[in-house]
């Protein structure tokens, strides 16, 4: 019997502990894989929580598992990357404002030897196009994430539907983050889209270099979105509502363009900039 | 801490580009302490449920007794992912247990570890308890004792195999990633634990820093064992000299 008793004290302790945890001032920010991967989140969170006192769990997840997370109401705020996919969870009524924080863009990477000979390119439809024809391998992500969603719309444009490119022994889905793809592509010698970040914060690059960049089809916009307190109760408003605003004012985009590696600017500022 | 001295030689020769800064080190001991803390607690619990059943499992004769052995032991392949992703829509705001609020909490890696170490746990110790129940059952019914208090007698003749059967939970609890980084969520300095560091290094290119981590891991596992089993062993030998 005092063995029951202690077990059942002893879960009561976790959680009350669990709830502590989760009860002090933070909040849980579902985020994406490329703004985790580059680094910028550590670098500029622990100027927010040194502000406010507020702590911000990051939960870095593709942008489609990041907005159903959301939807489940298991976050309190979202820093995304995928203007439709932003625009279903808008119209849905999960969100009450979103607003743009910043942008970097994508680029297409692949092997020094460029097999569907695009280096040097700034088209990344033509690009597309040569590397289907050339059959050189592709990495997908294949995860909903933003950047997979970007990848689909520019094949799209590029005249080959999803459907198709899953037929293709040459395109390679590998349904992971961009670290995961990017260490694919690297293994095989495959061409991948990347966001600009997650890349140049990456260690395994092997013989990969940046083949395609420049394109005004690669703006990558990053957005953050508040949830609707009529649907999502138990989220945390006022905490939230202080970082997207932190994030959008002058000393949050002035951390956001300070973070560099190896010299670059990875995200340019962009809350004052029109849509 | 000697390991720190130890490992961090190990890292600065697999990552010669990089220095590993004094925040690194606490990001790094924060880790450990928190999967050893967050795989004991979970240990601990499954055994308080774990060692209690399976010896009872061995003494109390029932119906569907031998369906719930051949379900226990084949939880033992029980897919992590599967545990944490049930769990996930379970703590989930949107989830039965939601209420609660204990997604993204070390809590929940907890449950979740606890989950799947109960199956090993209370498989190997049905085992044992049996074979230790066919050899000295009758005589301890016959000198009065009744099942359940033949419950913690058994569980005393088998205490040296208790050792290894919390072992196995142990180490199937703290080599763990699939459970953990679905309702723990990888978040730094709260839930990341040794196994989703390893899985979000190799994920950022870190291959070398991500090994390293690897090989304390496996030293964590091998002392702890080690430490284990001397303990273990000294026990039984001060427990012989008192018979």
Same mark, same amino acid.
């Given at each position: 019997?005092?063995?029951?008793?202690?077990? %059942?004290?002893?879960?009561?302790?976790?959680? %009350?502990?669990?709830?502590?945890?989760?009860?002090?001032?933070?909040?849980?920010?579902?985020?994406?894989? =490329?703004?985790?991967?580059?680094?910028?989140?550590? @670098?500029?969170?622990?100027?927010?929580?040194?502000?406010?006192?507020?702590?911000?769990?990051?939960?870095? &997840? +593709?942008? +489609?598992?990041?907005?159903?997370?959301?939807?489940?109401?298991?976050?309190?705020?979202?820093?995304?990357?995928?203007?439709?996919?932003?625009?279903?969870?808008?119209?849905?009524?999960?969100?009450?404002?979103?607003? &743009?924080?910043?942008?970097?863009?994508?680029?297409?990477?692949?092997?020094?030897?460029?097999?569907?000979?695009?280096? +040097?390119?700034?088209?990344?439809?033509?690009?597309?196009? =040569?590397?289907?024809?050339? &059959?050189?391998?592709?990495? #997908?992500?294949? @995860?909903?994430?933003?950047?997979?969603?970007?990848?689909?719309?520019?094949?799209?444009?590029?005249?080959?539907?999803?459907?198709?490119? =899953?037929?293709?022994?040459?395109?390679? @889905?590998?349904?992971?983050?961009?670290?995961?793809?990017?260490?694919?592509? $690297?293994?095989?010698?495959?061409?991948?889209? #990347?966001?600009?970040?997650?890349?140049?914060?990456?260690?395994?690059?092997? $013989?990969?270099?940046?083949?395609?960049?420049?394109?005004?089809?690669?703006?990558?916009?990053?957005?953050?979105?508040?949830?609707?307190?009529?649907?999502?109760?138990?989220?945390?408003?006022?905490?939230?509502?202080?970082?997207? @605003?932190?994030?959008? =004012?002058?000393?949050? &985009?002035?951390?956001?363009?300070?973070?560099?590696?190896?010299?670059?600017?990875?995200?340019?500022?962009?809350?004052? #900039?029109?849509? | 801490?000697?390991?720190?001295?130890?490992?961090?030689?190990?890292?600065?020769?697999?990552?010669?580009?990089?220095?590993?800064?004094?925040?690194?080190?606490?990001?790094?001991?924060?880790?450990?302490?928190?999967?050893?803390?967050?795989?004991?607690?979970?240990?601990?619990?499954?055994?308080?449920?774990?060692?209690?059943?399976?010896?009872?499992?061995?003494? *109390?004769?029932?119906?569907?007794?031998?369906?719930?052995?051949?379900?226990?032991?084949?939880?033992?392949?029980?897919?992590?992912?599967?545990?944490?992703?049930?769990? *996930?829509?379970?703590?989930?705001?949107?989830?039965?247990?939601?209420?609660?609020?204990?997604?993204?909490?070390?809590?929940?890696?907890?449950?979740?570890?606890?989950?799947?170490?109960?199956?090993?746990?209370?498989?190997?110790?049905?085992?044992?308890?049996?074979?230790?129940?066919? /050899? *000295?059952?009758?005589?301890?019914?016959?000198?009065?004792?009744?099942?359940?208090?033949?419950?913690?007698?058994?569980?005393?003749?088998? /205490?040296?195999?208790?050792?290894?059967?919390?072992?196995?939970?142990?180490?199937?609890?703290?080599?763990?990633?699939?459970?953990?980084?679905?309702?723990?969520?990888?978040?730094?300095?709260?839930?990341?634990?040794?196994?989703?560091?390893?899985?979000?290094?190799?994920?950022?290119?870190?291959?070398?820093?991500?090994?390293?981590?690897?090989?304390?891991?496996?030293?964590?596992?091998?002392?702890?064992?080690?430490?284990?089993?001397?303990?273990?062993?000294?026990? /039984?030998?001060?427990?012989?000299?008192?018979?």
């Amino acid at each position: 019997m005092m063995k029951i008793r202690y077990v %059942v004290a002893f879960l009561a302790a976790m959680i %009350v502990t669990g709830r502590c945890l989760a009860a002090e001032e933070s909040i849980v920010l579902a985020s994406t894989t =490329s703004v985790e991967a580059s680094g910028l989140l550590a @670098d500029i969170l622990p100027q927010f929580t040194a502000k406010t006192g507020i702590r911000v769990n990051v939960v870095a &997840q +593709g942008t +489609g598992k990041a907005l159903d997370t959301a939807r489940r109401g298991d976050a309190d705020v979202l820093l995304v990357h995928d203007p439709e996919a932003e625009d279903q969870f808008m119209s849905e009524g999960h969100g009450s404002t979103r607003r &743009q924080i910043a942008w970097n863009d994508f680029i297409i990477v692949g092997p020094t030897t460029d097999p569907a000979r695009v280096h +040097g390119s700034s088209d990344s439809v033509a690009a597309l196009k =040569s590397i289907a024809s050339t &059959q050189a391998l592709f990495v #997908s992500r294949g @995860d909903k994430s933003g950047t997979n969603t970007a990848e689909l719309r520019l094949w799209k444009i590029a005249g080959q539907t999803p459907d198709q490119l =899953s037929n293709q022994k040459w395109y390679r @889905d590998v349904g992971g983050g961009m670290g995961q793809a990017l260490n694919a592509a $690297s293994a095989m010698d495959a061409y991948t889209l #990347s966001d600009r970040g997650t890349w140049l914060n990456f260690n395994n690059k092997g $013989s990969l270099v940046i083949a395609v960049e420049g394109d005004p089809r690669l703006i990558n916009r990053y957005d953050v979105i508040e949830l609707n307190g009529q649907k999502h109760a138990s989220a945390k408003f006022n905490a939230a509502k202080l970082f997207a @605003d932190w994030l959008v =004012s002058s000393e949050g &985009q002035k951390a956001i363009g300070a973070y560099q590696v190896s010299g670059q600017t990875l995200f340019n500022p962009s809350a004052n #900039s029109p849509k | 801490m000697s390991w720190a001295v130890n490992i961090s030689p190990h890292v600065l020769m697999l990552r010669p580009s990089a220095i590993i800064t004094n925040s690194e080190l606490q990001d790094f001991i924060q880790i450990i302490g928190l999967s050893v803390g967050v795989s004991l607690a979970a240990t601990t619990l499954a055994a308080a449920i774990s060692l209690p059943i399976g010896t009872a499992l061995a003494i *109390y004769p029932f119906c569907g007794r031998r369906l719930i052995i051949v379900l226990i032991n084949a939880f033992f392949g029980l897919p992590p992912v599967v545990v944490g992703l049930i769990l *996930y829509l379970a703590l989930s705001r949107s989830g039965p247990l939601g209420a609660l609020a204990l997604l993204f909490t070390p809590t929940a890696m907890i449950i979740a570890q606890t989950t799947l170490a109960i199956p090993i746990i209370t498989a190997l110790v049905h085992r044992t308890s049996e074979r230790a129940w066919a /050899r *000295y059952g009758d005589e301890l019914i016959t000198d009065g004792a009744t099942r359940l208090q033949a419950v913690p007698q058994i569980l005393m003749i088998v /205490r040296a195999d208790l050792v290894t059967a919390l072992l196995a939970g142990f180490g199937r609890t703290i080599s763990e990633v699939g459970a953990v980084i679905l309702v723990g969520g990888n978040i730094r300095s709260l839930t990341r634990t040794m196994t989703t560091t390893i899985a979000l290094q190799t994920s950022q290119g870190d291959l070398s820093l991500a090994l390293a981590l690897g090989a304390v891991l496996v030293g964590i596992s091998v002392s702890i064992s080690a430490t284990v089993f001397a303990l273990a062993g000294r026990a /039984r030998s001060a427990g012989s000299d008192e018979v």
